[in-house]
């Protein structure tokens, strides 16, 4: 078991940061996004032993995500807003001002999004999720995937133009 711990160990520390971008796309702030990562790892924890022979720490935890996101969407409470912001790694040469300015004004225009609205994106066009792969973390049909895209999308190019006619989000201006 010694090495079993040690593997998913390595797993935390190695793919946390990831971890918390995705969630913070999900949830919009940067202390749920902790608050999801923490309690995905936590079940991921407790099937270690059924995951360590293949090693798919990482897919049991981002589905431990997505699906804890539902859940808490479908208990309708009240929504929490925390400012915050998570930080990220510049390439050297990169253009920091740039970036940071794109990430603030696509965190804006996110957070105007529905929850589900929000979710699809995240996983169509962040994560690289197909539609089916998306309707099956999230629960639904395809055609609810297609249609929240679909309005995802209309919506961010209502309150955010300057993002999709900048070519900023690369593949989602369809």
């Not at 981002?62 to 208990?75: C, E, F, I, N, P």
Request: aromatic share 6%; proline share 3%.
């Amino acid at each position: 078991m010694t090495g079993v711990t040690e593997d998913f160990t390595d797993f935390v520390r190695s793919r946390t940061p990831a971890l918390l971008r995705t969630a913070f796309l999900l949830t919009g702030d940067r202390h749920l996004a902790e608050d999801l990562v923490q309690d995905a790892l936590a079940r991921t924890h407790r099937a270690v032993r059924r995951l360590s022979a293949d090693g798919h720490y990482e897919a049991y935890t981002r589905t431990a995500m997505y699906h804890l996101q539902v859940s808490r969407w479908r208990r309708r409470r009240v929504a929490e807003s925390l400012p915050g912001e998570l930080t990220d790694r510049a390439d050297p040469g990169s253009d920091h001002a740039g970036r940071v300015s794109l990430q603030i004004a696509l965190h804006k225009a996110l957070a105007q999004l529905t929850p589900r609205q929000r979710a699809v994106l995240v996983l169509r066009f962040f994560e690289d999720r197909t539609e089916s792969e998306a309707a099956e973390m999230l629960g639904c049909s395809i055609g609810t995937v297609k249609s929240q895209t679909s309005k995802a999308l209309a919506r961010m190019r209502q309150i955010a133009p300057d993002l999709m006619n900048a070519g900023q989000m690369e593949g989602v201006d369809r």
